[in-house]
């Protein structure tokens, strides 16, 4: 986890926020998450992204926007910016000297989990690389798509739950392998999903 930095200050005052009471469809409001690619982007691994996400996380409704977009008016019910760091395409050749550290992080000031996160798609895809060797580009873009919500996932839950530990298994424990990340399952244990439920119900609410 890391501070938050004063350029990440200016990004969340073009952010307008608001807040609804729970609906009978879901345990919380809707999430919007505010992206920002640095590098290259693959289409076909945003759009597995945003369905695996949504694959681990059902109950949550998800509004995606760029953040570059973003004009002052939005008004949203929680949201997250999220900085997408290296080139998020399978196509793309991994760095030979891809320097090791966390897949993805929030950023934390005052003991305060706030939401911003990164993510570090060449070190995703540097730990993918024996799942992404040999497979056909589809399938690649559904690898690092999929690997990408995982980690974005796991930011979600530090934020929503304002939770800087972890646990044991499943998606909130602190260390990912390849294997995880490429896994046709692999999702938040019970007690982390009743943790994020929980957490969006007061929040909407208010508490």
Not at 65 to 85: I, P, S, W
Not at 178 to 205: K, N, P, W, Y
Request: with cysteine; net charge negative.
């Amino acid at each position: 986890m890391s501070r938050l930095t004063p350029s990440m200050l200016l990004m969340l005052s073009a952010v307008a926020l608001s807040s609804r009471t729970v609906d009978e469809t879901g345990f919380g409001g809707d999430i919007t998450i505010y992206t920002r690619f640095l590098q290259s982007a693959s289409a076909t691994s945003i759009e597995y992204m945003k369905a695996e996400l949504h694959a681990v996380l059902p109950s949550l409704r998800f509004e995606w926007r760029a953040l570059d977009a973003a004009d002052g008016t939005e008004v949203v019910d929680q949201l997250m910016v999220v900085k997408f760091t290296g080139a998020c395409n399978s196509d793309v050749p991994v760095p030979p000297a891809a320097p090791s550290g966390a897949l993805g992080w929030t950023y934390v000031t005052g003991g305060e989990v706030l939401p911003f996160a990164n993510v570090d798609c060449d070190k995703i895809r540097e730990l993918l690389g024996p799942h992404l060797a040999g497979a056909s580009p589809l399938a690649r873009g559904r690898i690092l798509g999929r690997a990408m919500a995982r980690v974005l996932a796991h930011e979600l839950y530090h934020f929503l739950t304002k939770a800087t530990g972890h646990a044991s298994q499943g998606l909130a424990k602190p260390f990912y392998s390849g294997g995880d990340l490429a896994s046709e399952h692999f999702v938040f244990e019970d007690a982390q999903l009743d943790q994020i439920r929980q957490s969006c119900t007061r929040g909407t609410h208010g508490d």
